[in-house]
């Protein structure tokens, strides 16, 4: 809806939003560094289509200090991410927006959840936002024999994913499977390189364009009901004393 003129949009009316967060970092050696923008792009395209939103568009940059240590990661404190989003999403609360739905295509955003807590918290109910995580989809695709694989970086489902949207930007000739001896939350200690030397969490071999055009179909589908099912969990509450949250 971006590409429409503002009085368009006056006319149309959403009342919804959709606000796509991707982030430019390294992707392994054979997915761009603009991997999570493009996938934000791609998913926040159909489900705002889906739902009749106005969408925003992909925000490229977000918080990724854990991918640190080759060149064409960037990325912003979180403080000053938690007063990016602050400021966009207070925007469209001025503009009449009533639910904005956060599609995170980047699992390194942890100051996400208290944002979100917080915007809630403070202004509901004239504005409801939602979060939805592209990574809870894909242990729910493996499960549906949609993915083989788990997923976490540079894997078989973001690889698939640009192999159905960007192929022309994918070597699958250099992509190396690499799933770490430790958990996720190292990353904390130290950057992904420590723990994978490629910079791949995951098996990026098995993944195929098909696949990656059924997980943005079926992710799509997931992603409307849940943010349905959050905005109407919102909307069946009752003022609890002094608190609207
Ligand atoms: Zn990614």
Known sequence: ????????????????????????????????????????????????????????????????????????????????????????????????????????????IFIMTPLVRDLNARYNPEIKVALIDSNIFYPILQREGILDSQEFHAGEAETSEMMAIAPETVFMDRAIDCVPEVPQTYLSYGSIFRASPAGVWGEPTRATAKKGEKIFQRGTELAVEELNRIFAYMEGKDKLNYSNF
């Open 1 to 108: 809806m971006y590409r429409k003129t503002a009085d368009n949009i006056m006319e149309l009316n959403p009342e919804i939003a959709i606000l796509p967060v991707g982030s430019l970092e390294q992707h392994g050696p054979h997915l761009p560094v603009m991997t999570d923008w493009a996938i934000a792009s791609e998913f926040g395209r159909r489900i705002a289509e889906e739902m009749g939103a106005f969408l925003i568009p992909a925000l490229p940059i977000s918080t990724c200090r854990e991918q640190m240590g080759k060149k064409g990661s960037v990325w912003m404190e979180p403080t000053t991410f938690y007063q990016m989003m602050m400021d966009i999403v207070l925007s469209l609360k001025l503009q009449g927006f009533k639910k904005i739905g956060i599609l995170q295509c980047h699992g390194g």
